[in-house]
């Protein structure tokens, strides 16, 4: 029983390791059953024996996406204290850089973190959703700095309100949009925002 669990637990790696190689080159659309099962050796119908179905695979692919998003962020702000405005400022220019960054480098992947929609009916698990909300503690210090204040639940909102203009930023930038920030100036226009916003914190502090 046990070997027959580790075998499955390996045979699951191996297609959430396939899906991301296909997200990777293709996209989200690129993203084919059939293809999987070709690449991990399987029969199609096998695949659901392994995720229950192709929603759950895509959050798979995601868990592994953001946790090496987290891994950059905490690279991005180890040692940083936000003991002063400068500081937690300079803390969220390195956050919204380092996630540009990101997003560039793993652009496919990325954009199915907020391209994918799970079937109609389906709710998001519990599990995704938390990781998802964890990437806000990275910008929640610096915040609190800025902020000292300010309520958690003030805080908690203000910090996604930052994310999605930073986020706007990188994501119209980097789709080379009509009205977009050229990327060529994309780390300079983010660390423009971002010190504009921190600069008005600290004013209304």
Request: a negative charge.
């Amino acid at each position: 029983m046990v070997k027959t669990t580790e075998r499955r637990d390996r045979q699951r790696e191996a297609l959430v390791l396939a899906a991301e190689k296909a997200i990777a080159e293709k996209g989200l659309s690129g993203l084919k059953a059939r293809d999987l099962a070709d690449a991990i050796g399987c029969s199609l119908g096998a695949i659901y024996n392994l995720v229950q179905d192709m929603d759950e695979l895509v959050l798979r692919v995601g868990s592994r996406t953001l946790a090496r998003l987290d891994d950059a962020l905490a690279e991005a702000t180890k040692g940083s204290a936000s003991a002063s405005s400068g500081d937690a400022t300079d803390t969220l220019v390195a956050i919204a850089q380092t996630y540009c960054a990101f997003a560039r480098e793993n652009l496919q992947l990325w954009r199915t973190l907020f391209e994918h929609r799970m079937a109609e009916g389906s709710i998001v698990p519990e599990w995704a959703i938390s990781e998802q909300m964890t990437m806000f503690r990275y910008i929640l210090a610096p915040l609190r700095a800025l902020q000292p204040r300010a309520s958690e639940p003030e805080l908690i909102l203000l910090s996604r309100t930052l994310f999605s203009a930073v986020h706007g930023v990188v994501m119209l930038g980097l789709e080379e949009k009509l009205v977009a920030v050229p990327a060529a100036a994309l780390d300079g226009q983010i660390e423009a925002l971002v010190r504009v916003i921190g600069k008005g914190l600290t004013a209304g502090a």
